[in-house]
């Protein structure tokens, strides 16, 4: 009886606002009214898994929690963490075929061997992986090139999966064969494969937990970044302000790359407009 009580508990407007506010003052994202039943029926799993009687119980015990972890939990269940290695392949076949060439041709004329990149909203991994597959098959000589892609998300959960670098089966499947073959280790448990990211692969990325909205331990340089289905969490106006960042951080020449459902179109900012997703800091 206890469970269809939380099932069918009642997300007051008030408790929805307290929820909308506590969300957006720590990350930016923006519950608008639209989202109040998405809000309901997330958080209500937590009630129920947490033998919370009501929101407004759970709320404050969320304020309470000084140690975060509750706030990541509810964080967690308000976010969606829809990600796939080589996600929009069409970024990755331009970072190949266009913006890599010309990187490396400028770098060696200043005998520059640095590549930074930057995962901002990384999810569980599948993307700062993709990234330094690409890096790595680009440069080829890695003794030179000194290369690292940041990799960063809000969530602890995801960052963990992240960190452990293993996938089913079904998940790497994306994954050109011979780029599998060269950069995962299969392992055999059962009837079950898994695949775990090398070594390389683990050098190559740098993870860290970070907020968006707030401090970046990310200070050097970047020759591009990917930022993709992050943004269509904020407001226009946290929007700009990351963007204004992202500005700032990218070297010139450098490279801004959003998710298919985001649009730069009304927000001020400073890019050049390349193509679809795909902005230029001159």
């Known amino acids: 009886m206890a469970a269809l009580t939380v099932q069918h508990a009642v997300l007051t407007e008030e408790d929805f606002r307290k929820i909308s506010d506590i969300v957006y003052e720590h990350c930016g994202i923006n519950l608008h ?6 809000v309901r ?17 759970y709320i404050k015990y969320v ?13 967690d269940s308000l976010s969606t963490n829809l990600t796939g290695f080589f996600r929009e392949p069409q970024h990755y076949a331009f970072l190949r075929s266009e913006f890599l060439p010309l990187l490396m041709e400028r770098k060696k004329k200043k005998r520059d061997f640095r590549i930074r990149a930057w995962s901002a909203g990384c999810s569980s991994g599948e993307e700062p992986y993709s990234l330094a597959m690409t890096l790595l098959e680009a440069i080829q000589d890695t003794g030179r090139w000194d290369v690292k892609v940041f990799a ?16 089913e089966k079904e998940r790497v499947e994306p994954i050109p064969s011979l780029l599998r073959q060269k950069y995962l ?3 055999r448990k ?15 990325v740098t993870f860290k937990h970070m907020n968006l909205v707030k401090d970046w331990v990310i200070r050097e340089p970047l020759d591009f970044i990917f930022c993709r289905n992050v943004m269509i969490y904020f407001d226009k106006s946290t929007q700009a302000r990351l963007l204004n960042r992202f500005w700032h951080l990218l070297s010139p020449g450098g490279m ?12 001020d900012h400073k890019f050049n407009y390349i193509q679809p997703t795909m902005y230029l800091k001159p």
Request: charged letters at 25%.
């Open 33 to 38: 009214n639209g989202k109040k039943e998405l």
């Open 41 to 57: 029926a997330r958080v209500a799993k937590r009630l129920r898994s947490g033998n919370f009687k009501t929101f407004s119980e």
């Open 63 to 75: 304020l309470q929690d000084k140690t975060g972890t509750e706030f990541s939990i509810l964080i």
């Open 152 to 167: 960063n998300d809000i969530s602890t959960t995801m960052l963990e999966t992240a960190q452990k670098g293993i996938y």
């Open 185 to 187: 280790i299969l392992h």
């Open 190 to 204: 059962g009837n079950r494969r898994v695949f775990e990211v090398g070594k390389i692969l683990r050098d190559t």
């Open 256 to 267: 801004l790359f959003t998710g298919h459902s985001e649009s730069l179109i009304g927000i």
